[in-house]
């Protein structure tokens, strides 16, 4: 578990679940993952499974209290859309609360984000949410937020793998009490290249491990929230059984050089979901 700047506790490994767009795949796969271990759920209105997802823990017998979903609005709207659009997750999520309740992209109007995070204030306060946070905001972004809002972000979800470390951002993130969740972990299959694939195989070698397994415990040795994705059962339960892995600090370093700042998803400073949506 790790403990967020307002003590609240999130499972510190999560099953993504970007493009689990058939819906008995993704229950299936929801329920295989409970019965692996998995108790954090990372979901987006703009995936489109919160409905799914909510079925399967509803489905799977735990208690509220026992799983941990993590959620994220599309785009930015007035205050009014937007209360409206976190009720639906809610709703499709059937839950009562939500554990964390981020922004997806930042907007390239700095207004509108203080605008969008006054709204998740509101959730906070009232309890309905249980820690709020960012996704895809750089320092910059996070800078001309910060000054302006009552209830500082308790987490910035940002893409991070061995090809791209965050080594900066995580600094400055550990400065504002700020809990990085990092995702893409494995590189959307790109570790299983060169250059990831040498330097990676040879630590997996030696800690009788994959290269998946190594690259989820290089994040969780960080302290950062991993999130891989999968839907096949023997890959949960690899990803998942990560977290038994210790990396040495020799083996960290190794993977910290691969940093290149290679990003497989968009740069949020230039992202095409920043516009405002009335
Ligand atoms: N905040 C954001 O803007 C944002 C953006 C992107 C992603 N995310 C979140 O981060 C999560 C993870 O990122 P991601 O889904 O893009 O990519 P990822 O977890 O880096 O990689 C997923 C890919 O790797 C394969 N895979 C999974 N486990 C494997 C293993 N042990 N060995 C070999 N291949 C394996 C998966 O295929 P199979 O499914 O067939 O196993 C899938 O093709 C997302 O699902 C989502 O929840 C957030």
Redesign the pocket.
Known sequence: MIKLSNNYELPNLGL?????NDDAETKRVILEAIEIGYRHF???QM?FNEHVIGDALLASGLKRSEFFITT?LNRHHSKAKTRELIYKSFADLKVDYIDLL?I??PNHDDKINIQTWEVFEEFYEKGLVKAIGL??FTRYQMEQLIPHVKIKPHVN???M?PGLSQVNLIKYLNDHGIQLMG???????NL?NEPYFSVLDKIAKKYKA????IAIAWGLAKNVIM??????KE?LG??FNASKIILKEEDIKLIDKLNTGRR??ADPANNVYGNFIE
């Open positions: 993504g679940t970007f493009l689990m990372d979901t987006a995936y994220k981020l997806h992209w996704s895809n979800q940002v893409e793998h995702y893409g972990p494995l590189m959307r299959g299983f994959s290269i998946a397994q999130i891989p994705k999968s839907v096949n890959r690899e990803n497989m998803y």
